[in-house]
């Protein structure tokens, strides 16, 4: 141990001197053994010593010049060493002054926080007892939101069903009205067909009666000129009142044969005329029943677009619902207007379904017509064959009249005006009534009796 120690104390004074030795070379120090060994050198051989004087002389101005420059140097820093001295003081106090104010500040601002702690910590705790007196109070409404739902959806249950029966019915109303729609077409297309060919076996039938009219107006001059002719010749014989009985047993004949198809013409007229009463009739049925289908075809519209809306109300009522379920603080008052919507959703469901009674209620009265109408055209189409009948029972034995009488439209024979083409076959249908008239007042050229 006091070895290391001796070896700890030379070691501190070998650093001692080394630093001596560094501050006398710096400082130009020349020790005094060496000053001591050159004087006696210089004494013992005493060589000419001019030059080493100078060589020290320009070494101690040296050495005199680098210690005026240290002390100046010295000298500026112990200068600026006083300011130093003179300025730190008055810094030390302001920066003492500053820290003395921040702290005060801070210790302020620590009270200051300390107090608003207590204040917050104040009003957190009146929240949290708010907050819970708040959580019974909903807890509460929730209980009673709970309840209106479960009577709300009893409500809502009923009317679904309700909704779905009336939907059923129209899309029933609708299958019925295409059903009606199909048979009017079908009816309207053979009453057209029908219509199309009584006109075109009319149009013929007129046609062969004209013709036949025109034959009989060629061939009466023939028959005026032959009995002329019989007049003369049997004027002044014997036998001329026999001729006036012939002549009379003749217009007999003719009233006899000639008489009754002419009434039977004017019955078919009346007939034909009844049957054009009952075919303008059945147009207008068809109209109005044209008119009823459009009308009911709307009204179907309207009453489908009213169901879908009601639909879409009930789907928006469960969509209401299901979020009141999961918000029960934000729909808290929507309650009476779903209440309210339910109730009107009600009353248009019953305005819905007496509609739907009235819109049934006509449709059953169109099919009623529709069968009327039906039952009416199988009366016409009796009557038509009852006729056809009775004429071909009467003119069996006659077939010089069946093609004329056949004829059921003879009326359009009688509508030619007295200033057309045919005056004469207007003469005939109208006014054939006696046989003797008819040589008479035929308009045609005639040879004149002596």
């Keep these: 141990m006091k070895s290391a120690r001796k070896t700890k104390k030379g070691g501190k004074d070998d650093k001692e001197k080394k630093k001596k030795k560094a501050k006398n070379e ?31 002389k320009m070494k101690y101005l040296k050495q005199i010049r680098e210690l005026e420059q240290r002390a100046e140097r010295y000298t500026r820093q112990m200068d600026e060493l006083t300011l130093n001295l003179t300025l730190y003081p008055a810094k030390f106090e302001k920066i003492e002054t500053d820290t003395n104010d921040i702290a005060s500040y801070l210790n302020g601002l620590l009270e200051q926080q300390e107090r608003e702690y207590e204040k917050v910590k104040i009003v957190m705790e009146n929240m949290e007892k708010e907050l819970q007196d708040r959580r019974t109070d909903l807890e509460k409404k929730l209980e009673e939101v709970k309840t209106n739902l479960g009577s709300v959806k009893n409500e809502l249950e009923p009317l679904n069903d309700k909704l779905k029966t009336t939907l059923l019915g129209m899309k029933d109303l ?38 036949e009219l025109f034959e009989i107006r060629e061939q009466i001059p023939k028959w005026v000129k032959k009995v002329s002719d019989e007049n003369k010749m049997l004027e002044n014989s014997r036998i001329y009142h026999i001729i006036n009985n012939y002549r009379v047993e003749l217009g ?30 059945n147009n207008l049925n068809l109209k109005l029943i044209e008119e009823n289908m459009e009308a009911m075809k709307l009204s179907g519209e309207s009453s489908i677009h009213e169901m879908h809306d009601l639909a879409s109300n009930v789907k928006e009522n469960r969509i209401l619902l299901s979020s009141f379920e999961n918000n029960p603080q934000k729909y808290a008052v929507s309650l009476n207007e779903l209440r309210e919507n339910v109730r009107r959703n009600g009353i248009l469901l019953e305005e819905s379904r007496n509609y739907c009674e009235m819109s049934r209620l006509e449709m059953d009265e169109i099919t009623s017509e529709l069968k009327k109408l039906d039952d009416s055209s199988l009366q016409l189409q009796a009557i038509i064959r009852s006729f056809q009948d009775v004429m071909h029972k009467l003119f069996k034995d006659k077939p010089e009249y069946e093609e004329l009488l056949t004829n059921l439209r003879v009326a359009s024979c009688l509508e030619i005006s007295p200033n057309g083409i045919d005056p004469y076959s207007q003469y005939v249908c109208c006014r054939l009534v006696d046989p003797y008239t008819i040589f008479q007042t035929i308009p045609v050229a005639r040879p004149k009796t002596p």
Excluded: W
């Excluded at 079908?186 to 039938?205: G, L, N, P, S, V």
């Excluded at 004017?266 to 009952?278: G, M, P, Q, T």
């Design 252 to 281: 007999d004949l003719l009233k006899k044969y000639i008489g009754k198809p002419n009434q039977l013409a004017r019955k078919a007229i009346e007939e034909n005329e009844k049957l054009k009463k009952l075919v303008d009739e």
């Design 174 to 211: 609708d299958v019925s009205m295409n059903n009606t729609e199909a048979a009017r077409a079908t009816y309207q297309r053979e009453f057209e067909q029908k219509a199309y060919h009584h006109h075109i076996d009319m149009y013929e039938r007129e046609k062969e009666t004209v013709r």
């Design 26 to 56: 710096a400082y130009g120090y020349i020790p005094q053994q060496l000053c001591e060994y050159v004087t006696e050198k210089f004494k013992e051989e005493e060589p000419d010593t001019s030059l080493i004087d100078e060589v020290q």
